[in-house]
């Protein structure tokens, strides 16, 4: 989600980031995210947890 935002990392103070369509789109989902957090509930003794796991060069994700 916030990948939009690397280049912030590596900005040098004499460089200027320029705010696109792109950057706007990103924190706008992200901020409607932040706004509504998924319901959690905890694993249920005997019933069936399911993990699911995503990994790459940018990101490592799990639900």
Same mark, same amino acid.
């Given at each position: =989600?916030? #990948?939009?935002? +690397?280049?912030?990392?590596? /900005? %040098? #103070?004499? #460089? $200027?980031? %320029?705010?696109? !369509? #792109?950057?706007?789109? &990103?924190?706008? !989902? $992200?901020?409607?995210? /932040? +706004?509504?957090?998924?319901? *959690?509930?905890?694993? =249920? %003794?005997?019933?069936? *947890? %399911? /993990?699911?796991? +995503? &990994?790459?060069?940018?990101? $490592? !994700?799990? /639900?």
């Amino acid at each position: =989600k916030i #990948q939009p935002f +690397s280049p912030l990392l590596r /900005l %040098k #103070q004499e #460089q $200027i980031f %320029k705010w696109e !369509e #792109q950057h706007q789109q &990103a924190f706008e !989902e $992200i901020e409607h995210y /932040l +706004s509504n957090p998924p319901v *959690l509930s905890p694993p =249920k %003794k005997g019933r069936l *947890l %399911k /993990l699911y796991v +995503s &990994a790459s060069e940018v990101s $490592i !994700e799990s /639900l």
